[in-house]
């Protein structure tokens, strides 16, 4: 069993997603006791994953027992691994909150809801560029019927342009995809990086242009400037379990960038090495600077939360594009702690926006909350968090990066605009919460008080702040331990390469190798 | 160990107020002032060690990769604030049980304060940079929640903001000035840093970080310019007030200066920052306070102004300014707070804090007004009192210095400019409130002495202050001397506390300024003429205007533009943004043409792309007649699987045609319920952009293509056609491909055509539409359901359904497959409900086909499971020759079984979408069927 251990996180989610759709007709409560069993599961299965990654293994899992770079293989390193994990609790966490109704207003909730699991899941693992594109479908399909799930013309008009915009973004993956097999030849990750070393100063442009289409594609995922705009519509009108999980979603193209970006144009790319930089620069600089815009812009919290999501992800961006294991650390604790506080955010601005009557999370006056303390000690929480102030792990994330960036020459630019982006926030937040929460008119409070469990489970995400801070040390270590292995691509080559998992019955024999062994 | 537990204590015991508040309000006020009676005590039991000169220190480790630790220091300094936070701290606790009313929450008001309390020990004593910085906005937090107490009222709310944002953004910037100084010197380690002085000054980098961390300390002070927060803080409850505006939290920034100052000190950069700022702060926090007519307002500048004055005797280049700094903050917190105090007691017991109407209280309050008497005295700088000792010493000083060389006279003479004011405000503070003529009917409340536990933290407070200025070194001597030595880091200069020290110039200036303050007094009236004469800016109503105004609605402009909700606009400009970004990689390549000669052109190859170019336009020219754009794509879309077949792609050619037909006959389903026209809504312009986009966009991709495609190729191709029959046990490597070797992605996309379909399920489910037939402009044909179609259809499913199993079973060696398969049935059947109707097909088929989709990537999936017993990876084929009757030897995969559950998947999901797009016309037109 444990040989296949590495499969279950694209396997789980995929037979939940069938066996639901199987069972259609079937009972709400009967759903949801198989969707929430399987996303319990999901949490086991993709801790012993970290637990294997941490000690230094890349599992290989070679699909179909091909062997890479001809078959597709699934790839579990420390990242990968680190990713599933938030994957598979924030997924839970999500769908606690989402079985509390979310899951009434329209078909499928749960059967959808493990796809999506599913295309982020196998985003975070394959070891192929083109499954890596099935996986982005699966993951875009999945997103866009949970987005119009329980529609309402916001929330239509809103899914219409994410997913018009997310197609064209696959043809533009598609075509960088079409240019590096052109030019390459192949289609697997690892066999990619070998290939691109060994590529001459005459073709380099091509395999360039090929890496800079592909990283618009990933940004139009991650929302990157200029194809982040659908993101604050899109986001603050999807339910709010959905737009809790959706908070991992924007990591799928971060992580595409850092894994792709990462293995082929890294230090080691010869000719090609560090390509991508100067557009990143740019294009991360300029998320930063208009999302902090559209924050004090926002009229209600959800939109301001989604600003704060582009906001993080301009944020990592920065730290790709300079490129240093020091930093790229702290911008994986920065992308652990922005996850679950945004993901937190998104719930809380539910309950909240529940017991304000018509006005929901309009940022204008209405009848006090039926909950004014608890729900303000976690706004409270959250915002403090998110900002960026201590004692929280958004205080611990900045000071990572900062620190991580204290010689770059472009530090005043990037340390200007961080600590801008935090100001921002904080007067966008203090603005936004003093209004919610103080500035009531004379109507009395709706009896109505939060569901417990949501209100459970948007505690919880929100505490992971908390924790994140007081056992920042292993934390970081280990977020240390991932930059370093991704700084090392060599090692994920061997990996894949190398060895993979010949388990073979009647495997064909291996024909010779075509690039002549390892380098 | 002692020592942690002193600044944990508070944090320990914030939940004791909230517990205690229902034991009423005296349990819940006891329950408070343990956690900082306990602290003092433990406090006091270091104390002579630490008076001695010991530096006590207490460490451990959090978080060693941050370089932030759990680390304490209590010396000399941290001990004389420690001192002032713990004592006025229970004094103001005691203070507040008889200030707060009955409605106010006061378990939530004390747990606040014991959290501030905390996070102000932990500012003083930390003996890591990071952590004081941690603390430091630890403070800025809960003030704000302190000074929003009363939330309900807007002044509060808005005053509570500023603040934040003010000292907020100092923060970051002493932030970001604290990591650059932690990399200059390898460590946050405060015993290292302090120790690095030499080091730090000469850095390149000194100035930046001087800049950040002054930007954090004068924040915080509410030093000029960033002063105007303090006096809309004003708006918290008074103990807040002396608590935090007077004793306390302001006190932060200057506390940072003492503590940095063998760090930091000692530049001309330094000298001029902090004295220049601290001059104008003094200046114009005394001038400001004599005309603010709100008791608060006049104490919040005068705090400002005493704040500006230790500003600039830090900032002063001789040693015994930095004693005189210590010595004044300690006096200020003393009469400053006790001071707040009263002007509680006044506002509580009369209702208003507004000089203009209170007058003559003494009669009323004769306790409190002779403490605020002594305490107004000290402020002023009345010998015998704390104040004078340590304004002597600051004129002093003042004189002795020599920042500004030449013009270094400059300083004493605008000192006693502003003591004038001091003095004159004291003076104010006192005749206008507690003397004159009585007139308790202008009062919203008549006056009455308050309880004596409201007045008794003002006696305590008022007598130090003459115990202090009377025989201050018996009472402070040796903390003053600890403290010092600790800012100073090295032995005392000499001075001597005493009240006389002979007829000198600092006596005269103080005895100058007493008579010209006198006289200022006299002529208020008329001073306040010209004061108001001045343009009024009131700095909250600026500040709010500046954020609502300026920033909120430039923002919304930006954002506005940005986001418009044009699809349009967001698609050009993703596409546009690729175009630019990729052919800035492209830039630099040498040769378009990579050698590999270019087959020549025969005329089929052309005729179709000509067919294909041409109808492609015709789609985008004629889009606006959206069953016309359609046909023209679908014209592409077939030219698409002509140029697949012409270039040996059968199987490619095979599922274009049928993916091309089952999309193109949905897609005529939904053109049927929309109007057939789409409005004209592109302006020429945004034509114009359009296609040039679009151009940019084809000649971007044409170029790609055609140098990839002038290019040598090495594939890893040659493996799957070496491998199809030995490994994937199939002729038709196409398929092998689909159903083996990439097997896992064609698991991937049926899964994806499995979400579409529920998705479009979720998406129309109980979604009625207009009938588009009640259009009278709208001809459609007469004859509902042709004949011909009718006829013809009836052999075609049988036939076609025959055609599919065919094309399925030969899949593996031959053009097939699955999937093709599934999408022949699914135009079969698609048929049907064409030539036959809604209903007669409905009544035929009346299953959900939910369990079919799901069935189909159950199957797929099994059957990649399956190779798990025997040992092998999800998905591994196994294959072998067996003997069927009838049909003879045949090879059987096991990937056939994963293709039938492709197939089904197919259908399943075809016949899902199609089911509902039936299901969305109106009833109207179901009836009309059945006539």
Known sequence: ?519 | MLLALIILLPFIGVLLPVWFHRHGRTACAWATALPPALGLVLLFSQAPAVLAGEVRRFSLNWIPELGLNLAFRLDGLSFLFCLLILAIGLLVILYGRYYLSSDDPMGKFFALLLLFMGAMLGVVTANNLLLLVLFWEATSLSSFLLISYWNGRSDARRGARMALTVTGAGGLAMLAGVLLLGHVVGSFDLDVVLASGELIREHAWYPVILVLILLGIFTKSAQFPFHFWLPHAMSAPTPVSSYLHSATMVKAGVFLLARLYPALSGTELWFILVSMVGLITMTLGAVTALFKHDLKGLLAYSTISHLGLVTLLFGLDTRLAVVAALFHIMNHATFKASLFMAVGIVDHETGTRDMRLLSGLRKYMPMTAMLGLIAAGAMAGVPLLNGFLSTEMFLGEAVAQRVLGGWSWVIPVVAVFAKVFSVAYSIRFIHSVFYGPSQPEALPKPPHEAPFFMRAPILILVGLCLLVGIVPNLIIGPLLAAAATTTLASPLPYYSLAIWHGWNLPLLMSMVAMVLGTVAYLNFARLLRLWERLPAVNAMDAFENFVHDVVIVRARQVTGRLENGSLQHYLSLLILGTVVVAASGLWGLERLNGGVPLSALDPPSVAIALIMMVTAIYSAIWHHERIAALMFLSVVGLGMALIFARFSAPDLALTQLSVEIVTIVLLMLILFLLPPRSPNDSTYAHVVRDGLVATSAGIGVGVLAYTVLTRPQQTISDYFIQNSVTGGGGTNVVNVILVDFRGFDTFGEITVMAIAAIGIFGLLDGMRLFDPKKDPNVQWASDKYPLLLLILNMPVLPLALMVAVYIFLRGHNMPGGGFIAGLIVAIALILQYLANGLRWSNNRMQWDYHPLVGAGVLLAGLTGLGSWSFGAPFLTSAHDHFHIPLLGEIELATAMLFDIGVFLAVVGATLLILANLGKLKSLDTASEENR
Do not use: C
């Open chain 1, 1 to 519: 069993m444990m040989q296949h251990w590495p499969v279950l996180p694209v396997l789980l989610p995929l037979f939940t997603g069938a066996l639901l759709i199987f069972m259609a007709r079937a009972e709400l409560n009967t759903q949801r006791w198989v969707s929430v069993i399987s996303a319990l599961l999901g949490v086991p299965v993709s801790v012993v994953l970290l637990w294997q990654a941490q000690a230094d293994t890349i599992s290989v899992y070679n699909m179909g027992n091909w062997p890479a770079p001809f078959g597709i293989v699934l790839v579990i390193d420390r990242l990968s691994a680190l990713l599933l994990t938030m994957t598979a609790v924030l997924g839970l966490l999500a769908l606690l909150f989402g079985m509390r109704g979310d899951d009434r207003f329209g078909r499928n909730y749960h059967a959808l809801f493990h796809f999506l699991l599913l295309g982020v899941q196998g985003a975070f693992m394959t070891g192929d560029l083109f499954n890596l594109f099935v996986f982005f479908e699966v993951l875009l399909i999945a997103s866009y019927a949970l987005l119009m799930h329980g529609a309402g013309p916001e929330r239509t008009r809103a899914s219409f342009h994410y997913v018009i915009l997310n197609v064209a973004g696959s043809a533009i993956f598609l075509i960088g995809i079409g240019t590096l097999y052109g030019m390459l030849g192949t289609l697997n990750l690892a066999d990619l990086a070998l290939r691109v070393s060994e590529v001459g100063p005459e073709d380099a442009p091509i395999i360039r242009a090929a890496g800079l289409i592909m990283l618009m594609a990933f940004g139009l995922k991650a929302a990157m400037l200029p194809m982040y705009f659908w993101l604050p519509a899109a986001y603050s009108a999807a339910s709010p379990s959905v737009a809790a999980l959706f908070a991992i979603m924007t990591k799928v193209g971060l992580y595409a960038i850092l894994r792709v970006h990462g293995l082929l144009f890294g230090d080691h790319a010869g000719a090609l090495a560090g390509s991508m930089q100067i557009w990143l620069w740019i294009l991360s600089i300029g998320t930063l600077t208009l999302a902090i815009i559209g924050l004090v812009a926002a009229r209600t919290l959800k939109r301001a939360v989604s600003y704060l999501v582009v906001i993080s992800v301009g944020t990592v961006l920065t730290t790709l594009a300079i490129n240093d294991p020091n930093v790229l650390s702290g911008a994986l604790y920065y992308l652990i702690h922005s996850t679950f506080v945004v993901a937190g955010l998104y719930l809380l601005a539910e309950l909240i926006g529940a017991q304000r009557g018509t006005t929901r999370d309009y940022l204008t006056p209405a009848q006090p909350l039926a909950q004014p303390n608890t729900l303000g000690i976690m706004y409270f929480i959250g915002a403090t968090a998110i900002i960026g102030l201590p004692p929280l792990s958004g205080f611990m994330s900045k000071v990572l990066i900062f620190r991580g960036t204290v010689t770059h020459p472009l530090a005043p630019l990037l340390w200007t605009l961080l600590l801008l982006a935090g100001l921002i926030a904080l007067i966008t937040l203090v603005r936004a919460g003093s209004t919610l929460f103080w500035r009531t008119n004379r109507q009395p409070p709706t009896p109505r008080k939060a569901d417990p469990v949501k209100f459970g489970v948007t505690l919880v995400t929100l505490l992971f702040s908390p924790a994140l801070a007081i056992w920042a040390e292993p934390v970081i270590q280990f977020t240390e331990s991932v930059a370093l292995q991704l700084n090392a691509p060599w090692q994920y080559i061997d990996a894949v390469l190398g060895s993979g998992l010949n388990l073979a019955v009647d495997a064909p024999a291996l024909p010779p190798p075509l690039l002549g062994g390892q380098p």
